[in-house]
Antibody, heavy 117, light 111 residues
Framework: QLQLQESGPGLVKPSETLSLTCTVSGGSISSSTYYWGWIRQPPGKGLEWIGSIYHSGNTYYNPSLKSRVTISVDTSNNQFSLRLSSVTAADTAVYFC?????????WGQGTLVTVTS | QPVLTQSSSASASLGSSVKLTCTLSSGHRNYLIAWHRQQPGKAPRYLMKLDGSGSYNKGSGVPDRFSGSSSGADRYLSISNLQSEDEADYYCETWDSYTQVFGGGTKLTVL
């Protein structure tokens, strides 16, 4: 059974960089079939795609966040990571990692990141 | 880039049926979509992928009560024999070569 688990600090200060890691178990992140992605959900709001990565390192980002986002992959540890720089209160959200074929089909449980001084 | 439009809310009685709508923007009416259900406090769960002809493929373990259909730019999620656990937010998702897009979600209340 595929499982994805987000990890990282729950509190980040304004102007600093948010860093999260997604650990994949029950399947290989190096599978040729799948991309892997990050999605976020501000409190009480809808879902927003952040970006996606292939095991080769190929990435695609939401144009609205592209200047601040970096997604990377660590195939040796079956993980992929998100870095979001220069955060503000507007970046407070639950962050989900997920597996993607052409659509997302398996989701992690999500982790709340609050931007506060 | 495609845009997906969903009604903000819907309601139906326990044991009845409901049909939720996701509308693709002009120029994207042939796009495939996916439906996801997000119960309160939980992660989204993938329900099905749906094409413009109304053909759909459900995710593992999705009950037979869930089905999909299409008409023009509209993509539908139908739920029969509504259960209390169906009270949730429902999101549609679409994609093109380099982006993923979510609709704003429909909050379904089971009365």
């Amino acid at each position: 059974q595929l499982q994805l688990q987000e990890s990282g600090p729950g509190l980040v200060k304004p102007s600093e960089t948010l860093s999260l890691t997604c650990t994949v178990s029950g399947g290989s992140i190096s599978s040729s079939t799948y991309y892997w992605g990050w999605i976020r959900q501000p409190p009480g709001k809808g879902l927003e795609w952040i970006g996606s990565i292939y095991h080769s390192g190929n990435t695609y980002y939401n144009p609205s966040l592209k200047s601040r986002v970096t997604i990377s992959v660590d195939t040796s540890n079956n993980q992929f990571s998100l870095r979001l720089s220069s955060v503000t209160a507007a970046d407070t959200a639950v962050y989900f990692c997920a597996r993607k074929t052409d659509h997302f089909d398996y989701w992690g449980q999500g982790t709340l990141v609050t931007v506060t001084s | 880039q495609p845009v997906l439009t969903q009604s903000s809310s819907a309601s139906a009685s326990l044991g009845s049926s409901v049909k939720l709508t996701c509308t693709l923007s002009s120029g994207h009416r042939n796009y495939l979509i996916a439906w996801h259900r997000q119960q309160p406090g939980k992660a989204p769960r993938y329900l099905m992928k749906l094409d413009g002809s109304g053909s759909y493929n459900k995710g593992s373990g999705v009950p037979d009560r869930f089905s999909g259909s299409s008409s023009g730019a509209d993509r539908y999620l139908s739920i029969s024999n509504l259960q209390s656990e169906d009270e949730a937010d429902y999101y549609c998702e679409t994609w093109d070569s380099y982006t993923q897009v979510f609709g704003g979600g429909t909050k379904l209340t089971v009365l």
